[in-house]
């Protein structure tokens, strides 16, 4: 006759739990981990926001930097680029808005 017809799971099973092993994620270097693209963007936007007065791409850098600073894996040089431009969004919004920086030389004709 067949040996399938066993009414049995447990006689089947070729598994053994006395040998399993729990999963240990391998450890990562930080200088293996994938780039920061979102802090890398934000870095972008804020000094284009900044140089060229773009209040857009200041707000667009604000929002990456929140997005950056909640996805951080290395804390300590993802936190350098996320404060840097976190600081340089501030400073191009600062300059947007409240008029600081180098003015113009109007030209009356």
Known sequence: M?????????????????TANPYVAPMVRPEDLPVD??????????IVGLMFKYKLCSWLA????????SNMRNFENDLKQISMAMMFAIMG?????????????STQG
């Open 62 to 69: 604000i929002i990456f930097c929140a997005q950056s600073l």
């Open 37 to 46: 693209y979102s802090g890398f963007i934000a870095v972008i936007f804020a």
């Open 93 to 105: 919004l600062m300059t947007n808005y409240l008029g600081l920086g180098p003015t113009r030389p």
């Open 2 to 18: 067949s040996s399938h017809n066993n009414s049995s799971p447990a006689v089947n099973d070729p598994r053994q739990p006395s």
